[in-house]
Each structure stands twice: as structure tokens, then as C-alpha cells.
């Protein structure tokens, strides 16, 4: 038999075992396709035909919460801001799963703080989907302010550099760190101290907490140096 027709004969079984592969497993592949077409459909008319109508729903029944949290009335914007309007503990429970259903975890994280219940805000501020530029060094920094309002120094430290290693916001993140550095201080840490206030003189030099840096650098090389 000549080369080229062993090569043909080859290219043959070659052409029919694909196609005796695609006979075979025809209806897997076609029914994968469906599946997969099913759940693409499915979350669209989901976001469309339910959630989107919810959240707008929703927008609306968390506004009278918002304006008495604006008044610093904490209790009422979660529970009762009056007049039968939801609170943002009832928003979150109502439009579970919605965009302001999630904002309303961090108002909630935010309102339990300012009242002094820091185990509580702690729930809500984790469970609170923070994205963009600036509220996930707000939520982490929160979550490092209420550690360190419990004692839990080391969890408050860890949520600080967090804060100050997510984003770059010019006044949040110097803010931050220079709370991880007091804390780093407080606890006789003085090359993690050192560290962060080196960070804020050198990308934050003029943010309000790089003014007067300086004084914290060279408190803490003066004990570095007496240690």
C-alpha cells in the first residue's frame, strides 16, 4: 500500500471515530449547552424581573431609616424611624439579597457602633459586600475601631492594616494607619509603629494626619534608640 493511501485510509478511521464520538455523546453535549443556557436565562430574568423591581422598592423603604440616622437617631433608623416605615434591620430582612439590602447592613454596622453595641456591629459590618475605592477601607477600618473598643487588639491591628493596605484614599488611609501605629506603639512594637507612620509621611504628607508625623517618627526612634 502506498504511503498516500495509508494516509487517506489514516485520515479516514481518524474521520470516523470523530464522528462515531460526536453520535455517541451528541445528546450529553447538547443537553450541557441547554443547561447552561437555562441558568444564563434564569439569573437575567432574575435580576430583571425580581430583583431590580425589589430594590427599587426597597430604595424607597429605607429613606425614612436614613434620615434618622442622619439625626444621629440610631435606635429608630433601625427599628422604627415612625409613621410605620421599616427600620434597617427590617429592610435587610424584607429585601434580602437586594443592593440596599446590603447598605443597610452597613448603616446598621455604623448605627450599632455610635450606640455602644460593638459585638452587634461586628455581625453586620462583615456581612456588609463592600466594593469601589472607598468603603472597603471604611469596613475594615470600622471592624478595627470595634475590636479595639472590645480589648481585641491583635483583631484590630490586623483590620487597620487592612484599612490601610486596601485602596488609596488620601484622607481614609493615612487615617488608618496611623491607628495601627498607635496600637503598634501601645503594644512596644515600635518597628511596625515606625512603619506605618513612615507610610503616612511619604504618601500622605499632606492629609491631616501627615501633619505633625514627624513627632510620632521621632518619638519612636527615641525609644527605639533608648531600648
Known amino acids: 500500500m502506498s ?3 495509508q494516509q487517506n485510509q489514516f485520515e479516514g478511521q ?8 460526536l453520535e455517541k455523546y451528541q445528546n450529553i453535549i447538547v ?11 434564569g439569573v437575567l430574568a432574575y435580576q430583571n424581573l425580581y430583583l431590580k423591581p425589589r430594590n427599587t422598592e426597597a430604595i424607597n423603604a429605607i429613606y425614612a431609616a436614613e434620615q434618622q440616622f442622619e439625626k444621629d437617631s440610631f435606635e429608630n433608623a433601625l427599628l422604627s424611624p415612625g409613621a410605620g416605615n421599616m427600620g434597617f434591620l427590617d429592610i435587610i430582612d424584607e429585601y434580602s439579597g437586594t443592593p440596599t439590602a446590603n447598605l443597610a447592613k452597613y448603616y446598621a ?13 461586628i455581625s453586620y459590618l462583615e456581612e456588609f459586600a463592600a466594593d469601589g475605592n472607598i468603603t472597603p477601607i471604611t469596613k475594615y477600618g470600622l471592624l478595627g475601631d470595634a475590636y479595639s473598643e472590645l480589648g481585641d487588639f491583635a483583631k484590630a491591628k490586623s483590620f487597620y492594616k487592612k484599612a490601610g493596605n486596601t485602596g ?6 493615612p487615617y488608618y494607619l ?14 511596625e509603629a515606625l ?3 513612615k507610610e503616612i509621611k511619604e ?3 499632606e492629609s491631616p494626619d501627615g501633619y505633625g508625623i514627624e513627632k510620632y517618627i521621632s518619638n519612636i526612634e527615641f525609644k527605639d534608640s533608648v531600648n
Request: glycine share 12%; charged share 25%; proline share 2%.
Open 109 to 121: 454596622g455604623v448605627s450599632y457602633m455610635k450606640l455602644g453595641k460593638f459585638e452587634v456591629a
Open 31 to 41: 443537553g450541557v449547552v441547554v443547561g447552561i443556557l437555562v441558568i444564563v436565562i
Open 195 to 197: 512603619a506605618a507612620y
Open 14 to 21: 481518524g474521520g470516523t471515530e470523530q464522528q462515531s464520538f
Open 3 to 5: 504511503i498516500k493511501n
Open 168 to 173: 488609596d484614599n488620601t484622607y481614609l488611609t
Open 178 to 191: 496611623k491607628k495601627l501605629g498607635m496600637l503598634h506603639e501601645r503594644d512596644q512594637e515600635y518597628k
Open 203 to 205: 504618601k500622605y504628607p
